[in-house]
């Protein structure tokens, strides 16, 4: 199995928005809305920021969203605030009991 | 909340086995699948696997042949061996808790280096 591809960086100014994607294959993203979203400070274990596709946890801000289509999926931070600036992973169940991360994006706030 | 503790050697020799160990507090561990994930320094995330409490596991592919995960219900852990490891097992390895297809709560993480 591949690791979900996801761009190495974004970065936006404070107030501004950022969305990453997380492109996958139709074996995985294209296939199961079992996407999910962490971010993950420097240091810092994972936080689970979106949870199938698009649901928020409790006390996850709603600046944070999610999506999808077709193999790709994508998150997206509504004013950005300093505290936004970390990694973010994607992961998407795979099949067969399987489950893959993405690569990762370094979120920046300028 | 549910809390978790990663616990055991930070050190193994090449060709030996990692043996890590989960405790649970804070929720009962009869509920849930329980996960192992690493990332080695400065690198992505990578799911190992994950353990019902049943005893049914689900492995990475890539990892199933040195894999094997157990857990304790009377003791409220669950726990991770991996084998022949190699440099290449170097990392933090997280354990946490599934509720499903996401998960939903973190340890803080253990760094295992693999040294002789």
């Known amino acids: 199995q591949s690791a979900l591809t996801q761009p190495p960086s974004a970065s936006g100014s404070p107030g501004q928005s950022v969305t990453i994607s997380c492109t996958g294959t139709?074996?995985?993203?294209?296939?199961?809305?079992?996407v999910s979203w962490y971010q993950q400070h420097p240091g810092k274990a994972p936080k689970l920021m979106i949870y199938l596709v698009n649901k928020r946890p409790s006390g996850v801000p709603d600046r944070f969203s999610g999506s999808k289509s077709g193999n790709t999926a994508s998150l997206t931070v509504s004013g950005l605030q300093a505290d936004d600036e970390a990694a973010y992973y994607c992961s998407s169940y795979a099949g067969n009991n399987n489950y893959v991360f993405g690569t990762g994006t370094k979120v920046t706030v300028l | 909340q549910v809390q978790l503790q990663e616990s055991g050697p930070r050190l193994v020799k090449p060709s030996e086995t990692l043996s890590l160990t989960c405790t649970v507090s804070g929720g009962s561990i009869s509920t849930y699948y329980w996960s192992w994930i690493r990332q080695p320094a400065g690198k992505g995330l990578e799911w190992i696997g994950r353990i019902y409490t049943s005893g049914n596991t689900n492995y990475n592919p890539s990892l199933k042949s040195r894999v094997t995960m157990s857990v304790d219900t009377s003791r409220n852990e669950f726990s991770l061996k991996l084998t022949s490891v190699t440099a290449a097992d170097t990392a933090v390895y997280y354990c946490a808790s599934s509720a499903g297809s996401y998960i939903d709560y973190w340890g803080q993480g253990t760094l295992v280096t693999v040294s002789s």
């Open positions: 139709s074996s995985d993203v294209g296939s199961y809305n079992y």
